[in-house]
């Protein structure tokens, strides 16, 4: 089982990213599942969850209003737009499939973890 996030780079500020998240060796259409970030030296941080089917979303404080979470059950894969990037969006940037269908904001209960995608964001 493996969940494989993607779509990182460098990007200048005011710029967009759109990260991806495929998951093979299972399907995840019944989890609920998360974006998270870590910078060095900080703590890994929530950015955003979806439910199982969509119907709810869910954004951190930091990132809300820029950052916009989909999936694609049919695809096994969840996205995360990312608009009007910051430097202090600069982080390694991870999915996650929480063990229940819904989303939440605390990184325990999500027991499957990408393996992240490095932002850089400069200014």
């Known amino acids: 089982v493996q969940l494989q996030a993607s779509g990182g780079g460098l990007v200048q500020a005011g710029g967009s990213l759109r990260l991806s998240c495929a998951a093979s060796?299972?399907?995840?259409?019944?989890?609920?599942m998360g974006w998270f970030r870590q910078a060095p030296g900080k703590e890994r941080e929530f950015l955003s969850g979806i439910s199982w089917n969509g119907g709810s979303t869910g954004y951190g404080d930091s990132v809300k209003g820029r950052f916009t979470i989909s999936r694609d059950n049919a695809k096994n894969a969840v996205y995360l737009q990312m608009n009007s990037l910051k430097p202090e969006d600069t982080a390694v940037y991870y999915c996650?499939?929480?063990?229940?269908?819904?989303?939440?904001?605390?990184?325990?209960?999500?027991?499957?973890w990408g393996q992240g995608t490095q932002v850089t964001v400069s200014s």
């Open positions: 060796g299972r399907a995840f259409s019944n989890n609920g």
């Open positions: 996650a499939a929480h063990r229940s269908a819904y989303y939440n904001s605390a990184a325990a209960g999500h027991n499957y």
